[in-house]
């Protein structure tokens, strides 16, 4: 039985990091494309 609890808990974490990894790659994305927004901005400016 305890092998079972061991195991959850082992998917469950790996699962969280899973899911933390893909927003942290959601936000790098989105911050990318602020980035490039602010650019052309500026390139139109000048």
């Given at each position: 039985m305890t092998y079972f609890?061991?195991?959850?808990?082992?998917?469950l974490i790996w699962a969280g990091l899973a899911?933390?990894?893909?927003?942290?790659?959601?936000?790098?994305?989105?911050?990318?494309d602020e980035i490039y927004i602010l650019k052309n901005r500026l390139r139109v400016r000048e």
């Amino acid at each position: 039985m305890t092998y079972f609890f061991l195991f959850a808990a082992y998917v469950l974490i790996w699962a969280g990091l899973a899911w933390y990894m893909s927003t942290l790659s959601k936000k790098q994305q989105l911050l990318r494309d602020e980035i490039y927004i602010l650019k052309n901005r500026l390139r139109v400016r000048e």
